[in-house]
């Protein structure tokens, strides 16, 4: 079975700090992504990347960037932790160019005090 | 992206079929239907895809109209472990793909 995993279920962390959240996949799947899911607004992308060292923006890019140094691991860095930025944040992988199933792992939700 | 329509909630009785509508009238010839379900403080999981012909397996039946504009993601006897939210996608033939805020399914005892 695919395996995403995320390092943290729970994370608080004060304003202004600097803050990375880490995603592990173990099928070498060459598509990651950073979601942020907040309630009536659903799950939006905000990075993704299709390949080592390369990444997209995605719907909501501003406050976060992301690293991908190695094809298992793709990290979201929040460079300055704002309050706004409270929220569940789910990673997924999936295989290939084209589209295909994504798994997600099971989240991080992050409160920033 | 097709743009994908979803009632925001829904409700069935346990037992009985849960029938999950979705509207993607834009979507082009090649692109594929996906859904998945999110159960509460859960990650979402894949639960079936399809282009043009209907698809079934364990978990769930999708039926796409004949002009692909629309599909219906069928539960054949839902129970309580079905209460979950449901997304209908059409991503691209790219790498991105986006979620809505999908159907918030309640199966009632």
């Known amino acids: 079975d695919v395996k995403v995993t995320q390092s943290s279920r729970y994370l608080v962390k004060r304003t202004g700090e600097k803050v990375f959240l880490e995603c592990v996949q173990d099928?070498?799947?060459?598509?990651m992504f950073w979601y942020r899911q907040d309630p009536g607004l659903g799950l939006r992308l905000i990075y993704f990347s299709y390949d080592v060292k390369m990444k997209e923006k995605g719907d909501i890019p501003e406050g976060y960037s992301v690293s991908r140094e190695k094809k298992e691991r793709f990290s979201l860095i929040l460079e300055s932790a704002s309050t706004n930025q409270t929220s569940m944040y789910l990673c997924?992988?999936?295989?290939?160019?084209?589209?295909?199933?994504?798994?997600f792992g099971q989240g991080t939700r992050l409160t920033v005090v | 992206d097709a743009k994908t329509t979803q009632p925001p909630s829904m409700d069935c009785a346990e037992g009985r079929a849960a029938n999950l509508p979705c509207n993607h009238s834009t979507i082009s010839g090649n692109e594929y239907v996906y859904w998945y379900r999110q159960i509460h403080s859960q990650g979402p999981q894949y639960i079936i895809h399809?282009?043009?012909n209907n698809e079934t397996n364990e978990m769930a039946s999708l039926i796409i109209t004949e002009d692909r504009k629309s599909s219906t993601l069928i539960l054949p006897h839902a129970t309580l472990r079905d209460t979950a939210v449901y997304y209908c996608i059409a991503p691209n033939t790219g790498n991105q793909f986006y979620f809505g805020t999908g159907t918030s399914l309640t199966v009632i005892p």
């Open positions: 997924a992988s999936s295989l290939g160019v084209r589209y295909t199933e994504a798994f």
């Open positions: 399809g282009l043009k």
């Open positions: 099928m070498d799947h060459e598509n």
